[in-house]
């Protein structure tokens, strides 16, 4: 197996570059990614998060005679007390560097902003009375989204009431804990020590929650985390050691130029493995499939603001776009691949209807409607095509990707729609 596996551009993240996802892609997107990676989910897309888990739980446990009762709603309010100086730090980091779309939001971060108002310079705990909205709906966060996965990745074992960490756990917490000041953070935070928030600069530097250079010593760990699940998972996974055991270096399609080769390569690189081949292809269906009906939908979003107006595309642009679909017969490709999935079956569906529709104009109406029934409780776009709620595209992004269209076409928009499938 690679050293970068996990620490590639194409980690399994729950994220379509430039899009909000209107026409509720992400669900199929999740069942397609569990085939290779089952225990990643929409919640638990940033691994560097089990770090964050492990180091509060070890912690907790050290002050404790015995060991945390996982359902006891003190062990959620006291973690999510430790948890509030980590969410802090990374939505200070957010907020030094807003251009950088690579910098990661923390879970609840509206409610952390709250907590470091403008101009304030430190905080210390007993500052958060227990009535503040961040004690609020305690099971929304680090604690709540990744204890399922951190189980099945073998960093915490629950046995009764009891949650403690497993071997691989401890390594974690350790190496966290001996590569940064987190642990003297937790401790001073947890005395009610004043912190200052130009002390947490270091700490954030470099245990941000999707970092650039990750220590050698934890990839280790996440290896042996794969290779122990591949070996725990071999009957119902058969096909993940051949998978992770060939996989070539993602790394070098992360540029606009080279993604293009990503799935071609990919299917010549397993091209002997047959359930893997079709499982890629029918990745490669969707990714491209999706980010058409992606793209097509948020340009008439964007086009129905009066202020673009005067750029707006004639119908022949939607039409090349859709027809490029139409002549791949990818709707009845979809079919054949994976039919006894529920996702992808219904999905395909969605497709088969579509492939009748000769046009854009007949097919948006169908469109709309996978739209309506996605986002029934505030649907981005109305049926006659007039903005029903603003704000929901970002504008400068999307005229980027309107330019790069003109000089590249389809390579553009599978580039800036595409998905991180591993």
Same mark, same amino acid.
């Given at each position: ?12 993240? %729950?994220? *379509? ?16 990614? @569990? ?15 089990? @770090? ?21 709603? =003190?062990?959620?309010?006291?973690? =999510? ?37 403008? &101009?304030?310079?430190?905080? +210390? ?119 992770? &055991? ?24 397993? +091209?002997?493995?047959?359930?893997? +081949?079709?499982?890629? =292809? ?31 595309? @004639? ?13 791949? %017969? ?18 395909? @569906? ?19 409607? =996978? ?10 776009? %109305? ?7 603003? &704000? ?22 599978? *580039?800036?729609?595409?998905? %991180?499938?591993?």
């Amino acid at each position: 197996m690679k050293e970068n596996l996990y620490f590639s551009n194409y980690y399994s993240a %729950n994220t *379509f570059s430039a899009s909000l996802d209107p026409l509720g892609f992400r669900k199929t997107y999740m069942t397609l990614s @569990n085939l290779f990676f089952p225990q990643f989910t929409v919640l638990t897309n940033f691994p560097r998060y089990h @770090n964050v888990l492990v180091s509060i739980i070890g912690s907790l446990n050290e002050h404790k005679s015995r060991k945390q009762n996982l359902d006891n709603k =003190r062990l959620n309010f006291q973690f =999510r007390q430790t948890e509030i100086i980590w969410g802090i730090a990374q939505t200070i980091h957010k907020n030094c560097n807003e251009d950088n779309q690579n910098i990661i939001s923390p879970i609840n971060i509206i409610k952390y902003q709250q907590l470091i108002s403008q &101009g304030k310079k430190y905080i +210390k705990l007993s500052e958060i009375k227990n009535n503040n909205p961040i004690y609020t709906f305690l099971n929304y966060g680090t604690l709540g989204f990744y204890v399922n996965p951190s189980e099945k990745w073998g960093f915490i074992r629950r046995y009764n009431d009891t949650i403690d960490l497993t071997e691989n756990g401890e390594l974690l917490s350790e190496l966290f804990n001996k590569n940064n000041i987190w642990k003297t953070i937790i401790s001073d935070w947890r005395k009610n020590k004043q912190i200052k928030f130009a002390e947490l600069e270091n700490f954030i530097q470099i245990s941000s929650i999707n970092p650039l250079n990750i220590p050698m010593k934890e990839k280790k760990i996440w290896k042996k985390v794969f290779e122990d699940f591949i070996d725990c998972n071999k009957e119902s996974y058969p096909y993940l050691k051949i998978f992770w &055991g060939k996989l070539p270096d993602t790394g070098q399609y992360d540029t606009y130029d080279n993604y293009k080769g990503f799935f071609a390569d990919l299917l010549i690189n397993y +091209k002997d493995e047959k359930t893997i +081949k079709n499982y890629l =292809r029918l990745h490669q269906i969707f990714e491209e499939i999706a980010a058409s009906l992606n793209f097509l939908f948020e340009m008439e979003y964007f086009f129905s603001n009066p202020v673009n107006l005067k750029s707006r595309y @004639n119908a022949e642009k939607f039409e090349e776009i859709y027809k490029n679909l139409l002549n791949k %017969n990818y709707f009845d490709e979809c079919q054949t691949l994976d039919p006894e999935n529920k996702f992808i079956y219904d999905l395909s @569906n969605f497709f088969a209807l579509l492939s009748k529709k000769t046009s854009w104009v007949q097919a948006f109406d169908e469109v709309w409607e =996978r739209h309506y029934n996605c986002k029934a409780d505030g649907i981005f776009l %109305n049926k006659n095509k007039t903005i029903n709620l603003r &704000g929901q595209l970002n504008e400068v992004e999307f005229k980027k990707i309107l330019k790069d269209f003109e000089v590249d076409n389809f390579k553009a928009i599978f *580039f800036h729609y595409k998905q %991180n499938w591993h």
